[in-house]
C-alpha cells in the first residue's frame, strides 16, 4: 500500500481484486457449507424415512396377518428396533426424531422413529420403527467436512493462481505506469513498453507513446523558439539600449525629456536580464552546460562578495558571512557562478531597509538567509517561471526558477525555511 497527498493508504488494483475475491470466498464459505449441513441432512432424514416406510410396508405384507396379540411380547423381545406398543391414540403415521439409552453403547443416541396405527384381532396397537442415527450424523459431518475443505482448497488455488496469472497480465500496465511516473519532458524518454496480447493494454501503451512523443515535440519547438527569440532579440535590444545611453549624454535634454528616456533605460535593462535569463534558462534545458568540474565553493563566494557588498550597501543591509575553505563540488563553473550570483540577487532584492544576509557554507550545504516579509512565501509555485511572491517587485520573476534549475542539473537539492523573521534557503550537496 501507498500513501497519497492527503495521507490516505491506497490500494494496488490487484491488492483491491483480491479483497472482493476474498469477501466472495467469506460468503460463499458461510452460506454454502451451513446449507450443504442441512439439504444432507434433508435428503438423509428422507432416506431414513423412506426406509421406515418400507419396514412398515414388509411388516403389513408378511407379519401382520400372522400376528396375534400373545405374540406381540415375544415379538418384542426379539425385535429390538421394531415394536407394537398400547395404541397412543394418534390414528395417522407420524414421524419424528427421539433419543433412547442404547445399553450396548452405553450411551444416548438419536434415532428417528415412526409410529403407526395397526389392528391385530380386531385391537388397535401402535407399530413403532426406529433407525439409529448416529451413521447418519458422522456420514454428513465427514461429507461437510470434506466438501468444506475442497472448497478452501479450491479458493486458495484460486487465489494463488489469481494473483500470479493477474501478475502476468497486469505487467504492461504497470510498465505503462512506471514509464509515465519516469516521464521528464526535458529529458530523453527511451524506454520501451512491454507489447501485450490484450487490445486495451496495447492502446493504453499507443496513448502514452503518442503523448509523449506529442509533448517532447511541443516542448521542444518552445525550447528552441525560447532559444533563437533570445538570440535574435540581444542585438537589437543592445542596440536601443545603446541609442538610449547616447541620448542621455546629450545635454540639451530638458528635465521632463530626461526622465523619460531615463524610464525607457531603465525598462531595457531589465528586458536586457530578463532576455539573457531566458537564455540561460534554453541553454540548461538544452544540457548546453555540460562540462563539469571540481569547483571550490569558497572561491566563487569570495569572489562575488566585494561586489554584491556594494550593491547591499545601497539599501543599508549588512552581509554576514560563515564559509569554510576548501568546499569542492561538481558543478559546472558557469553555472555555478550563476547559482551564487542569483541567490545573491534574490537575498538583496527581497530584503528590507537596514536588513540582514547570513551566508553559510559547509562542506555539505550552503545556506542564504535574508530578512524580508514578516510572513512565510508560498513554496507551491515559489520555483516557477515569472512567479512573484511580491506583484510590485522589479525582478522579472526567473531568479528562483534559474536556482531551482540548476540545483535540479547538477542532482543537489533545495529547502526552504521560514525561522525567527529570516527567509532560509538551503542547498544540499
Do not use: C
Not at 450396548?104 to 434415532?111: I, Q
Amino acid at each position: 500500500m501507498e500513501q497519497d497527498i492527503n495521507g490516505k493508504m491506497n490500494k494496488k488494483l490487484l491488492q483491491k481484486t483480491l479483497n472482493y475475491y476474498f469477501i466472495y470466498a467469506i460468503i460463499i464459505l458461510i452460506t454454502v457449507g451451513p446449507a450443504f449441513y442441512i439439504v444432507s441432512n434433508i435428503l438423509y432424514e428422507d432416506d431414513a424415512n423412506e426406509d421406515l416406510y418400507a419396514i412398515k410396508k414388509q411388516f403389513d405384507n408378511f407379519t401382520k396377518e400372522d400376528l396375534t396379540i400373545k405374540d406381540i411380547t415375544l415379538w418384542n423381545k426379539f425385535n429390538r428396533n421394531v415394536t407394537i406398543e398400547k395404541f397412543n391414540g394418534n390414528q395417522k403415521d407420524s414421524i419424528f426424531d427421539r433419543s433412547y439409552y442404547d445399553a450396548l453403547n452405553k450411551d444416548n443416541e438419536p434415532f428417528r422413529v415412526l409410529n403407526s396405527p395397526i389392528k391385530i384381532e380386531d385391537k388397535w396397537l401402535t407399530f413403532s420403527a426406529k433407525i439409529n442415527m448416529v451413521e447418519k450424523e458422522n456420514l454428513i459431518g465427514s461429507t461437510v467436512f470434506l466438501f468444506i475443505s475442497l472448497l478452501i482448497l479450491l479458493i486458495i488455488g484460486f487465489f494463488i493462481i489469481t494473483k500470479i496469472i493477474s501478475k502476468k497480465l497486469w505487467q504492461p500496465f504497470y510498465a505503462a505506469l512506471d514509464k509515465m511516473e519516469q516521464f521528464e519532458i526535458d529529458k530523453s524518454t527511451s524506454g520501451k513498453l512491454i507489447e501485450s496480447t490484450t487490445e486495451e493494454f496495447n492502446r493504453l501503451n499507443n496513448a502514452i507513446d503518442s503523448l509523449i512523443h506529442k509533448n517532447s515535440s511541443i516542448y521542444q519547438s518552445q525550447r528552441e523558439f525560447i532559444e533563437n527569440a533570445a538570440h535574435e532579440l540581444q542585438t537589437p535590444i543592445a542596440i536601443f539600449k545603446g541609442k538610449l545611453e547616447n541620448i542621455l549624454q546629450r545635454k540639451d535634454l530638458n528635465t521632463e525629456q530626461f526622465k523619460l528616456i531615463d524610464d525607457l533605460n531603465n525598462t531595457t535593462t531589465r528586458l536586457v536580464k530578463l532576455n539573457k535569463n531566458l537564455l540561460v534558462l534554453s541553454k540548461i534545458d538544452s544540457n548546453s552546460y555540460y562540462e563539469i568540474e571540481k569547483i571550490n565553493l569558497y572561491e566563487i563566494i569570495n569572489n562575488q562578495l566585494t561586489f554584491f557588498s556594494e550593491q547591499a550597501l545601497s539599501k543599508k543591509i549588512s552581509i554576514t558571512t560563515e564559509l569554510e575553505e576548501n568546499v569542492v563540488v561538481s558543478s559546472n563553473h558557469f553555472l555555478a557562478e550563476m547559482l551564487i550570483s542569483n541567490l545573491f540577487l534574490n537575498t538583496i532584492n527581497h530584503n528590507v531597509l537596514n536588513g540582514q544576509i547570513i551566508v553559510k557554507l559547509t562542506n555539505d550545504s550552503i545556506t542564504f538567509s535574508n530578512t524580508g516579509t514578516l510572513l512565510p512565501l508560498q513554496t507551491e509555485k515559489m520555483f516557477e517561471r515569472f512567479s512573484k511572491s511580491n506583484p510590485s517587485s522589479q525582478g522579472n520573476g526567473l531568479g528562483l526558477s534559474i536556482i531551482k534549475k540548476i540545483i535540479d542539473t547538477n542532482h543537489w537539492s533545495i529547502n526552504y525555511y521560514f525561522i525567527d523573521g529570516m527567509h532560509k534557503f538551503e542547498i544540499v550537496f
